[in-house]
């Protein structure tokens, strides 16, 4: 049912009015998802049953959604209202609250929809704490076609608002699974789905992405931010990767040198699952 709403008190539009990440959290375990092509890729997941929807407000021209095929309200107020309820400006029109699933998704449930056999590219954050990099690696995970993400329980939580808008909603198409360690992560997927994994690390030790080889499923494991993949996870993964900068830095700039020249975790992330999904070309 689609109703419209001219009075920005009328209580229908109360779960629009907290919707800062940690209140909705609190509050029964909601999530906000916002702009147009966004609020369009969530709500397609809603029609598939892959996310639920609490309510959606909308601005006039926005036609996103058949009221029909969703079972939550949809309401339409014009985009002042709409700024005046949410208390932000960058919604675009169009604004989703979902509710969140009662737990994150395991290895399990993520190995359930990558192919049984043939070629499998996964990506595994350990640690990667920031949302912008999150919402960046899956939207890298969709555009280039990964199979899916794997995140330890250190690493930030892809259903916070900026990490879905940064992802343009491939949260929602994007196979992902949340795993406690990865120390234990790896052999699981290695036993249960033959994923051998690669860890990209900035190390000398490390064999030159130009030259190295990719199996036909393989799960890529970029580390935080700061210092990188942790021992214990280093130790799990033989074989290991480097994105090589420029011939001839000085050694200070290299490798373990005190001004090390590095890549975000996003874009090292991009290089490296390009190279890995073009292993056969």
Known sequence: MITNILDPEDRRLDPFRRIRDRDLRADGGRFVVESPRVVSRFLQAVREDR??????LLAPEQRLVDPDEIAAPVYIADLDLMTAVSGYHFHGGAIAVGIRPRRAPNLAEL???????????????????????IGGIFRIAAALGGSGIVLDDDASDPMLRRTIRISMGQVFRVPWARAGTLVEAIPELASASGVETIAIENLEAATPLHEATFPERVMLVIGNEGHGIPPTILGRCPNRIRIEGPPGLPSEEGPGGDDERSLNAATAAAIALHAALRRHD
């Not at 996310?51 to 959606?56: C, K, Q, T, Y």
């Not at 929809?113 to 704490?129: F, H, M, N």
């Open 51 to 56: 996310a639920r929807v609490d309510a959606v």
């Open 111 to 133: 190995t359930e929809r990558i192919p049984a056999s043939g070629p499998v590219t996964l990506i595994a954050l350990a640690g990667v704490t920031s949302m912008d990099n």
